[in-house]
């Protein structure tokens, strides 16, 4: 066998597995609302009125003005809320989206540049 044909086989393995691992993490690192937007909601169970959840982290620059001097807004423990689980996104032109949040998911986090990730 051609020695440096079995050195490339020794490092296909790790560069797949390094490839693989950085396109999850852009996949986490994409927000689950569009661009252009002014505001979310998250919404657990189905009552009516809905039942909006509070974020249980908020962290701001001084000024404290959302989203300007947003560092970061969180909701965790997730999985103990009422299911289902809706992310509302309001958009800047007047419309918005619902989403349906996974089973299981425990976390929310809205970071500067109004990115949001669920997991």
Same mark, same amino acid.
């Given at each position: 066998?051609?020695?440096?044909?079995?050195?490339?086989?020794? &490092?296909? +393995?790790?560069?797949?597995?390094?490839?693989? %691992? =950085?396109?999850?993490?852009?996949?986490?690192? /994409? @927000? &689950?609302? +569009?661009?252009?937007?002014?505001?979310?909601? %998250? =919404?657990?169970?189905?009552?009516?009125?809905? /039942? @909006?959840?509070?974020?249980?982290?908020?962290?701001?620059?001084?000024?404290?003005?959302?989203?300007?001097?947003?560092?970061?807004?969180?909701?965790?423990?997730?999985?103990?809320?009422?299911?289902?689980?809706?992310?509302?996104?309001?958009?800047?032109?007047?419309?918005?989206?619902?989403?349906?949040?996974?089973?299981?998911?425990?976390?929310?986090?809205?970071?500067?540049?109004?990115?949001?990730?669920?997991?």
């Amino acid at each position: 066998m051609n020695p440096g044909a079995n050195f490339m086989s020794y &490092l296909t +393995k790790p560069l797949v597995v390094a490839f693989a %691992l =950085i396109l999850s993490q852009q996949a986490n690192a /994409a @927000s &689950l609302c +569009k661009a252009g937007l002014s505001g979310i909601t %998250l =919404i657990e169970g189905n009552y009516d009125p809905p /039942a @909006s959840m509070t974020p249980d982290m908020e962290r701001f620059k001084p000024g404290g003005r959302w989203p300007d001097d947003l560092i970061e807004q969180g909701w965790h423990n997730l999985r103990k809320a009422h299911a289902p689980l809706r992310l509302v996104c309001r958009y800047k032109d007047g419309k918005q989206e619902t989403l349906l949040l996974p089973k299981g998911t425990d976390a929310c986090v809205l970071k500067p540049g109004l990115i949001i990730n669920c997991k």
